[in-house]
C-alpha cells in the first residue's frame, strides 16, 4: 500500500504562472497548449528549473548539455534565446547574470502525479499547438544581451504609437534591437509581423514596391499613389494610383 501511494505522488511536472513543464512527456505547455522546442532546448530549462533559483553558471550547463564534447558558447546562447522567445512576454523567466550564468526566476509549484492530474496532462498535450502568425523575420543567431531596458521602452512605445524609429549611429545595433522587439510583437499580430528591407535601395520611389514583395502583395499597374484601403485581412495597404 506504502509503495502504491508513493508511486500516486510521483510529481507530473512542475507549474509557473501560465506555463507547465511535463518531464515524463518532455513537454512544456502554455495555457494548457503545447509549445515546440526542440530537445537540447528542453534539456537547458529543466536544468535551470532544477536549479531552484541558483544561478547556473554557462560552463556547468554546457558541461551538462554536451558531456565530453568541446561546443561553442553560440550554442548555449541560442537554446537561451529558443526558450526566451517560447515565453513571450514572460522572456524575463531566464535571466541573465552578466559574467556567471543563467538564473530561472519563475515561482515553482509542484504538479501532483494522481491519475487525476496524469489525465488531465494528457488531454492538455492532445490538443493542437498553436500557430504562430506568418513572418519573415529571421531567426537570431545569437543572444541579445544588456539591452532588455531598452526592449522593454520600444515594446511599450509601440503599444502607444503606431509609428517608432530607432535612430543613432551605424553598427550600435539599432537592427537587432528592432528585430527582437518584432519577435517578441508577433504573437500579438495575427495578420502577422514583417521585415522590409530599405538600406539596399537608392530610389525613394522602390519604397511601396519593396513593402508589397515584404508582405506578400502584388501591386496592380499605374503609377502608386498615397492612397490605402483595408486589406481582406484588416489591414491597410497602398493602391495604385489606376484602382
Not at 517560447?86 to 502525479?113: C, K, M, N, W
Not at 499605374?222 to 495604385?240: F, K, L, N, Q, Y
Amino acid at each position: 500500500m506504502r509503495s502504491m501511494e508513493r508511486a500516486s505522488e510521483t510529481p507530473a511536472g512542475v507549474a509557473f504562472g501560465r506555463f507547465r513543464v511535463l518531464p515524463h512527456r518532455r513537454e512544456l505547455l502554455a495555457d494548457g497548449l503545447p509549445i515546440k522546442l526542440g530537445g537540447r532546448a528542453f534539456d537547458v530549462l529543466m536544468a535551470l528549473i532544477e536549479a531552484r533559483g541558483e544561478v547556473l553558471g554557462k560552463d556547468a550547463l554546457m558541461a551538462r548539455m554536451w558531456p565530453n564534447r568541446i561546443v561553442e558558447e553560440n550554442n548555449l546562447h541560442g537554446h537561451i534565446s529558443t526558450l526566451r522567445a517560447a515565453f513571450g512576454a514572460e522572456r524575463d523567466l531566464i535571466r541573465t547574470v552578466s559574467g556567471h550564468g543563467y538564473q530561472f526566476t519563475g515561482e515553482i509549484s509542484i504538479l501532483p502525479g494522481s491519475p487525476d492530474a496524469r489525465a488531465a496532462a494528457g488531454m492538455a498535450a492532445a490538443q493542437p499547438a498553436a500557430a504562430l502568425p506568418p513572418t519573415n523575420l529571421p531567426q537570431p543567431v545569437s543572444e541579445l544581451i544588456g539591452r532588455d531596458g531598452e526592449l522593454r521602452e520600444i515594446l511599450s512605445l509601440t503599444a502607444a504609437h503606431r509609428l517608432v524609429s530607432l535612430t543613432g549611429p551605424g553598427g550600435i545595433g539599432k537592427t537587432r534591437l528592432a528585430l527582437a522587439a518584432a519577435r517578441q510583437l508577433l504573437p500579438h499580430f495575427a495578420d502577422g509581423v514583417w521585415l522590409a528591407e530599405f538600406s539596399p535601395l537608392a530610389d525613394p520611389g522602390l519604397v511601396p514596391a519593396t513593402v508589397a514583395a515584404a508582405v506578400g502583395l502584388e501591386l496592380g499597374g499605374g503609377e502608386v499613389s498615397a492612397r490605402r484601403r483595408r486589406s481582406p485581412t484588416g489591414g491597410w495597404c497602398w493602391t495604385p494610383a489606376s484602382m
